[in-house]
């Protein structure tokens, strides 16, 4: 499936224009507008507002399939530092993790199946808000994007730093993890640091508390099923010579499976307890569960290498990846519907920066083979119908 050079050169502008403005989670007002109005110059009919700031367009070709095509529209809050002339105008935003690619890609797919008369059915080209840390696939199911927008299936694609440019993989089952947060407040008995025998010393629990939490992976489940529990915070005192009446403790937890999740919930929650009281002291544990595993459907993946196999340029396809320990709220809509989420590789000779850095852009060599995975799938999927 061949992209058409003038809807490349498009796609570079736009990619481009949207990495000099970007906007973070539930605030892409611009970045919508703009999604819009490409939309509507396609012949799209424009759906906007869907879980705040989300736009659905939908192309009908009559009787037939009806598939939904997914890209996230979200920056993060990080300074740029890559000195390219079309890096971000907004101080301390900027799109580090490719999403100005993402909604590039989508968009110039639009435009070439804009052009396509023979397929039989409906495509829902999605721009969803908010995929960092925010929900925002989430609010859109929740605000009923398969209920105004029905999808037999639907599609999700990152760009992926690591594999080369070139390279397209998925996995059927767990592609990403979940991603959960915690946070154990420790609660003793402040005192003189010179005197320690006459408080509870809340930094020692914390720190026992700390390295007890790390044995999860190693001690307390199965080697094949993978977890990664980190702690990123510990907060506590503020002066040298007193022991705090608190302490507090705030991570991280990924998983792959639901059942794994739920026992590494546990296993935080009942140590935490275990080691506060052991030392006389409470805890307080809040534990958040947010992102589910991003899970794709056994059947959708090899539509999905089959597609990518009709795209010029994409020369490796993987349909067995190992997973990635980081999370996706594409995961919500996969919940709802069926589908499959893939990594396209965009590493060229010299391997790119790594997502959420400051010093990453999205590589525009790779618009071109994004669109034309997304008009080869769409094709097939309406194309089958027709046979």
């Known amino acids: 499936m061949r992209i058409d050079a003038d809807v490349v050169s498009r796609m570079v502008h736009l990619r481009r224009d949207l990495h000099a403005h970007p906007e973070l989670a539930y605030k892409e007002v611009r970045t919508a507008a703009l999604v819009a109005r490409e939309l509507a110059a396609c012949g799209f009919a424009v759906h906007e507002g869907l879980g705040g700031t989300g736009v659905v367009g939908s192309l009908s070709r009559g009787a037939g399939p009806s598939v939904g095509l997914r890209a996230d529209m979200d920056a993060l809050p990080i300074q740029e530092a890559t000195g390219l002339p079309h890096a971000s105008r907004t101080p301390g935003v900027m799109h580090a993790c490719g999403h100005d690619g993402h909604v590039a890609m989508l968009l110039g797919a639009?435009?070439?199946?804009?052009?396509?008369?023979?397929?039989?059915?409906?495509?829902?080209?999605?721009?969803?808000?908010?995929?960092?840390?925010?929900?925002?696939?989430?609010?859109?199911?929740?605000?009923?994007?398969?209920?105004?927008?029905?999808?037999?299936?639907?599609?999700?694609?990152?760009?992926?730093?690591?594999?080369?440019?070139?390279?397209?993989?998925?996995?059927?089952?767990?592609?990403?993890?979940?991603?959960?947060?915690?946070?154990?407040?420790?609660?003793?008995?402040?005192?003189?640091?010179?005197?320690?025998?006459?408080?509870?010393?809340?930094?020692?629990?914390?720190?026992?508390?700390?390295?007890?939490l790390q044995t999860i992976v190693s001690r307390r489940l199965a080697p094949l099923d993978p977890a990664v529990v980190s702690v990123t915070q510990i907060h506590g005192g503020d002066a040298d010579n007193v022991i705090p009446d608190s302490a507090v403790i705030r991570g991280t937890v990924r998983c792959l499976s639901d059942g794994v999740r739920e026992r590494v919930a546990g296993l935080v929650k009942g140590i935490a307890h275990g080691i506060a009281a052991t030392h006389g002291a409470e805890a307080e544990v809040a534990y958040a569960f947010g992102y589910p595993a991003t899970v794709n459907t056994a059947d959708a993946v090899p539509r999905a290498l089959d597609a990518a196999a009709r795209v010029p340029g994409i020369t490796a396809r993987h349909g067995d990846i190992p997973p990635s320990m980081a999370s996706e709220d594409f995961a919500y809509m996969l919940r709802a519907c069926p589908g499959a989420y893939a990594w396209l590789g965009t590493d060229g000779p010299t391997p790119g920066r790594p997502l959420h850095n400051p010093g990453y852009d999205f590589n525009d060599d790779a618009l071109a083979l994004g669109a034309g995975y997304w008009s080869a799938l769409a094709t097939d999927l309406l194309d089958a119908h027709r046979a």
């Open 110 to 212: 639009a435009r070439h199946l804009a052009g396509r008369a023979d397929l039989a059915g409906t495509v829902h080209v999605i721009f969803q808000p908010a995929e960092e840390c925010a929900g925002g696939g989430r609010a859109m199911v929740d605000d009923g994007l398969f209920r105004l927008f029905p999808c037999e299936t639907v599609w999700g694609l990152h760009n992926w730093p690591g594999l080369p440019l070139g390279t397209f993989a998925t996995r059927a089952g767990a592609i990403m993890a979940s991603l959960d947060t915690f946070e154990i407040r420790v609660n003793g008995a402040g005192t003189h640091a010179a005197m320690p025998e006459r408080g509870i010393d809340t930094l020692v629990v914390a720190s026992e508390t700390v390295l007890a």
